[in-house]
Nanobody, 118 residues
Framework: VQLVESGGGSVQAGGSLRLSCAAS?????MAWFRQAPGKEREGVAS????????NYADSVMGRFTISQDSAKKTVYLQMTSLKAEDTAMYYC????????????????WGQGTQVTVS
């Protein structure tokens, strides 16, 4: 499975961005992770594509929304009320294990898209 992210960029604090991730094939679970310089990769949000069940990190609950377009095999991450601490490289991931936010649960990864909040 190949994953292609898009939608990153620079935004002022309080602003919004929407990330997209297009998959080349079916995946049971898709998720967004992020990694800031000098920090570990952090699970942000995940969705079990068959049921739409979602999971969010506490740090983004209420601000970020993960959604999917099954026909397009695309997952989105709508980010609102962005903060400077949301600045990171955001990665799309695909796997088979429910709605885990652990990186080890995902076998496929995109190249990443940078989000910078100032």
């Amino acid at each position: 499975v190949q994953l292609v992210e898009s939608g990153g960029g620079s935004v002022q604090a309080g602003g919004s961005l929407r990330l997209s991730c297009a998959a080349s094939g079916y995946t049971a679970t898709m998720a967004w992770f992020r990694q800031a310089p000098g920090k570990e990769r952090e699970g942000v949000a995940s969705v079990y594509t068959d049921t739409g069940r979602t999971n969010y990190a506490d740090s983004v609950m209420g601000r970020f929304t993960i959604s999917q377009d099954s026909a397009k095999k695309t997952v989105y991450l709508q980010m609102t009320s962005l903060k400077a601490e949301d600045t990171a490289m955001y990665y799309c991931a695909a796997g088979t294990r429910g709605t885990s936010l652990l990186a080890a649960a995902y076998a496929y990864w995109g190249q990443g898209t940078q989000v910078t909040v100032s």
